[in-house]
């Protein structure tokens, strides 16, 4: 059983920088691929990334292509998520999970991001 928690949260001015932490517990973390999905208030859980457990393959959702970047440490039991030319609608809670037989599970308690204009 993995188990996640997010890091690196914070506020920043819009056009900044941060980049968020995934650290995994337990020996599995490598054999499944990740995702990164955020929450803003009043919306919906969304997806924002995925990268395959290899590290070799990621995808992303069309608003923060070219601005965020997903990267993975294996070794480490870490995931990233860099996350640059930040903009106020990126405010969010950001959460990680792995994606398993039934689905994306395992959620971290998330780390709220908001950027300021």
């Known amino acids: 059983q993995v188990q996640l928690v997010e890091s690196g949260g914070g506020l920043v001015q819009a056009g900044g920088s941060l980049r968020l932490s995934c650290a995994a517990s337990g020996r599995t973390f490598s054999r499944y691929a990740l995702g990164w999905f955020r929450q803003a208030p009043g919306k919906e859980r969304e997806f924002v990334g995925r990268i395959n457990w290899s590290g070799g393959v990621r995808s992303y959702t069309a608003s923060v292509q070219g601005r965020f970047a997903i990267s993975r440490d294996n070794a480490k039991n870490t995931a990233y998520l860099q996350m640059n030319s930040l903009r106020p609608e990126d405010t969010a809670v950001y959460y990680c999970?792995?994606?398993?037989?039934?689905?994306?599970?395992?959620w971290g308690q998330g780390t709220q991001v908001t950027v300021s204009s």
């Open positions: 999970a792995v994606e398993g037989d039934r689905g994306w599970g395992n």
